[in-house]
């Protein structure tokens, strides 16, 4: 063969065995581009499903629009957090926990919906009108801030309206003090009067006495002449007491002027509801055990509840009754820091204890000492008869349970309890007194207590203290049936 056809044969060998090399090489390539293609295309879907659950592509594009300026430090997703932590803060007071954001929206829909469930079935809400004022909405859905609005709208009328009355008061405050001023002045007028006639009466009789002397002394012309002394003496004595009587009628008529006003300030402003404390709930069932017969409280230690502490319990959705009947009575057996545990004494089948029953001891106040009066004679038990010792039993009870006895009324008197009035002995004779040396004493005892009950009672309705029979007393504290299972004293 010749040279020249041999080497244009091994050039091409060449050439053959370099394409089929970059054939290999570039199906090899092709081969793992397609892999690597297949894992990017893998995972750039991936990407996208995790891009599409945290927004979708609308919201990426208005990311900055619904979340607003870029936080360099933060994500977006972080900066979300942020956001509804501070709103949780806000809304709450404290600071947001550890917790999913799911967690605590279902917290702050909780506050919410107990804020619903706390206001008043005649609440109205306050929206804002184009003019920045206030003016009732009932389209649209209530909000913690539009409640707060409604509040604050109602607390200004409110202070509006005591505005208005205490300048009302003041007014008839000044009229009332000019009308003292005015009696006080015509009593004096009246004192000095009093006086003087007085002084006119005791000439008068120092004139008679006089005469009588003189009568014994003197001649009938004498005598006479006295006498007609004396009668022109009566005479004036009676024109004085006639002045005497045309001044008392004037006292009179301011007088009446006095109560008139007083009147009118009461129509303004009335008098408080006397009992109105014992009206006021001290606790409540946070839940009951009826398989153990116990009941859950919501107050414990740190309100100076104790064990043996008794309650009385109430309907939650019923005003508690003036004549303090109630549906339940419990007794206090464990206490922790906020809660207690209680024991159920008496309940009704027909409305049993209840979540959220409200509770009442009259007696125990966990800010504050309660004043008690005690009067008269008491059937503690309930047996019909009077009980030498009810009295005492029902000061312990009051001391037991926080509260002070007082021997008198005074302003400073929170409550009074009236049993029935002591009966007055017979006033024994000469005879009884020596059969029995102390009848006398036993008897001056009865007129003391039944005098001191009196003064009680009439000293209560001057000052408008509340008076509490036994029954609604041992009612308002939930001791009626321990009460009735005590044995009383002979």
Not at 177 to 202: H, P, V, Y
Not at 243 to 260: F, G, I, Y
Not at 419 to 439: F, R, S, Y
Not at 462 to 479: A, E, H, N, Q, T
Request: aromatic share 6%; proline share 3%; no cysteine.
């Amino acid at each position: 063969m010749a040279v020249g056809r041999q080497e244009q044969s091994g050039v091409m060998l060449y050439t053959v065995i370099t394409f089929v090399g970059l054939f290999v090489i570039s199906a090899i390539l092709a081969v793992i581009f397609y892999i690597k293609a297949q894992d990017w295309q893998d995972q750039f879907l991936k990407s996208q499903q995790q891009q599409e659950e945290l927004a979708s592509a609308p919201e990426v594009q208005n990311i900055g629009t619904l979340v607003g300026q870029k936080d360099r430090q933060a994500s977006r997703v972080k900066q979300l957090i942020s956001y509804i932590d501070r709103l949780y803060k806000m809304t709450i007071g404290r600071e947001s926990p550890e917790a999913s954001a799911e967690v605590k929206l279902g917290e702050l829909e909780t506050k919410y919906k107990d804020t619903l469930t706390g206001l008043p079935k005649d609440f109205v809400l306050v929206a804002t009108d184009a003019n920045g004022q206030n003016v009732s909405d009932t389209n649209s859905g209530p909000g913690l801030f539009r409640i707060i609005a409604s509040y604050d709208n109602k607390f200004k009328q409110k202070d509006e309206t005591i505005s208005q009355s205490t300048a009302q008061i003041d007014s008839l405050g000044s009229e009332l003090e000019l009308a003292k001023k005015g009696a006080s002045e015509r009593e004096s007028q009246m004192l000095t009067q009093i006086r003087s006639i007085q002084e006119d009466a005791n000439g008068v009789q120092q004139s008679y006495n006089q005469l009588r002397d003189l009568m014994e002394k003197k001649s009938t012309e004498q005598v006479q002449a006295l006498m007609q002394q004396r009668d022109q003496a009566i005479d004036e004595k009676n024109k004085s007491k006639q002045e005497l009587l045309d001044t008392m009628n004037k006292l009179s008529t301011t007088q009446n002027r006095l109560q008139e006003a007083l009147s009118k300030l009461d129509v303004l402003k009335p008098r408080p509801k006397e009992d109105v404390a014992a009206y006021q709930p001290d606790g409540h069932i946070l839940s009951i055990e009826m398989t153990s017969n116990i009941v859950f409280i919501d107050i414990g230690s740190e309100a100076k509840v104790y064990p043996g502490l008794t309650f009385s319990v109430y309907d939650r959705n019923a005003p508690i009754p003036t004549d303090g009947k109630n549906k339940a009575e419990i007794e206090v057996f464990n206490v922790d820091k906020n809660t207690a545990t209680a024991r159920i004494i008496k309940s009704s089948k027909k409305n049993p204890i209840a979540e959220g029953d409200i509770i009442v001891n009259l007696i125990w106040d966990s800010k504050a000492t309660n004043r008690f009066v005690v009067a008269g004679d008491f059937d503690f038990n309930g047996d019909g008869g009077i009980d030498r010792d009810g009295a005492t039993k029902i000061k312990q009870l009051i001391e037991n349970w926080g509260g002070k006895v007082e021997d008198s009324v005074s302003i400073d008197t929170d409550f009074v309890i009236l049993g029935t009035q002591p009966d007055v002995k017979k006033k024994p004779t000469l005879d009884e007194i020596e059969a029995d040396p102390l009848a006398n004493e036993k008897y001056e005892a009865t007129v003391k207590a039944s005098t001191r009950y009196q003064e009680v009672k009439n000293q209560a309705k001057d000052l408008y203290i509340p008076v509490f029979g036994l029954k609604r007393f041992l009612s308002f504290i939930g001791y009626e049936s321990l009460a009735a299972g005590t044995k009383a004293k002979p």
